[in-house]
Structures are given as structure tokens and as C-alpha cells.
């Protein structure tokens, strides 16, 4: 079967670059998603297709996809970037597969 | 702006089947450009996809959930919904509607979910 494997957490500073990675098998020949999570709340895109915005998420979210790893980067995180993060692609044998998460810490 | 409405029992016992229902506003169910889909989380875990159903009554489902799971689609109501046959303690989790773009399966995402309902197995 098919595995996103995401590192459990992530601390940034302030106004500092955050870098959440994505693994999985050719995962650069697929497209990866990305949504955020916060604490009671349901998720929300903030990439699709590699690196493509959806209405209304600010250009500090961008993503990159090559190799076997997809990374969503924070750039200037704000206090209100602090949420989990999940990668999300589709494979044959698992249909659509979720990483594990990834919670940004803002110290 | 599409919004989606989970409902039905939080609690449900064990070998007993789990139903949910997701009532879509602001859009229709019958639009041939989305699939509409249900997603769970076990408490502090990470997400799950369970399956969607297409207008036509087509449906996709989880090759890697242990309960047997059927979702339908009533386009009278505007609904569609979720059974989860002979639950365990396992399927504890919140349970989220969500839609999903439909086209080239490597392309598909999920673009609006509702807020989720929390729903206890246990005796």
C-alpha cells in the first residue's frame, strides 16, 4: 500500500520559513495537496495540484514536488500559521492516502 | 459558497451499524464536476479517506477499511450518506463530509468540508 510519511512537528520563529515535507514512493510523479488543520476546526486546502493557491490563502504558503519528497513552505509564518498540516496524493493500490501530520509550532 | 452539514447519533455500540448523513448547501449534488466524499480522524490521529459517491450513483471506497462501508445519495434532499456495518471501537472518530473536484483521479482534492461530528463506539 501506499505511505505519505510527514516528520510529527515543526518549530519556527516568527516571520521565519517554515518547511513541512511530504515522503513517498515517486511521489514527484504525482500531484500532493496539502491542508491545514486548526485545533476544532476542519481542514482547509492551502495547496493543490504541487503548488497552486486556492482563493484566498496568502502567498506566503507555497509548495514544491520532486523526487520521492513534496514540501509546503511558510514564508514569514504568523502566529496564525500554527496548526497541523497534512499532505494528501492518490495512488491505485490506496486511492486517496493522508501523511500522518505535521504540527507547526510558532515559538 | 458550498457549505456541508454532518448529522446523525454520536454514539453507536459495538457490531452496530453507523450511520451519517451530509446535507449540501449552496451547491447541488447532482453537479456532474464533483464527487462528495466522507473523511474520519480518531481523537488526536491523523485523516482517513472512506469514499465518495458521484451523482451517477458511481462510488469509490477505502480498499484498506476494516468495516464493510456503503454511501448513497438522495438528490431530492440534497444529501448523501455514510453506513458503517458491524463498528468496533476502532471506528471512533470525528467523521467529516467533504467535496471533492472531479476529473484525473492524481488531480482530485478535497476543496470544502463540513465541521465534522464526533461519533463514540461504545457499549
Known amino acids: 500500500s501506499y505511505e505519505l510519511t510527514q516528520p510529527p512537528s515543526v518549530s519556527v520563529s516568527p516571520g521565519q520559513t517554515a518547511s513541512i515535507t511530504c515522503s513517498g514512493d515517486k511521489l514527484g510523479q504525482k500531484y500532493a495537496f496539502w491542508y491545514q488543520q486548526k485545533p476544532g476546526q476542519s481542514p482547509m486546502l492551502v495547496i493543490y495540484e504541487d503548488n497552486k493557491r486556492p482563493s484566498g490563502i496568502p502567498e506566503r504558503f507555497s509548495g514544491s514536488n520532486s523526487g520521492n519528497t513534496a514540501t509546503l513552505t511558510i514564508s514569514g509564518t504568523q502566529a496564525m500559521d500554527e496548526a497541523d498540516y497534512y499532505c494528501q496524493a492518490w495512488a491505485s493500490s490506496t486511492s486517496y492516502v493522508f501523511g500522518g501530520g505535521t504540527k507547526v509550532t510558532v515559538l | ?123
Open chain 2, 1 to 123: 459558497q458550498v457549505q456541508l452539514q454532518e448529522s446523525g447519533p454520536g454514539l453507536v455500540k459495538p457490531s452496530e451499524t453507523l450511520s451519517l448523513t451530509c446535507t449540501v448547501s449552496g451547491g447541488s449534488v447532482s453537479n456532474y464536476r464533483y464527487y462528495w466524499s466522507w473523511v474520519r480522524q480518531p481523537p488526536g490521529k491523523g485523516l482517513e479517506y472512506i469514499g465518495y459517491i458521484y451523482y451517477s450513483g458511481d462510488t469509490n471506497y477505502n480498499p484498506s477499511l476494516q468495516s464493510p462501508v456503503t454511501i448513497s445519495l438522495d438528490t431530492s434532499k440534497n444529501q448523501f450518506s455514510l453506513r458503517l456495518f458491524s463498528v468496533t471501537a476502532a471506528d471512533t472518530a470525528v467523521y467529516y463530509c467533504a467535496r471533492m473536484t472531479r476529473g484525473n483521479p492524481a488531480a482530485t482534492y478535497f476543496d470544502y468540508w463540513g465541521q465534522g461530528t464526533l461519533v463514540t463506539v461504545s457499549s
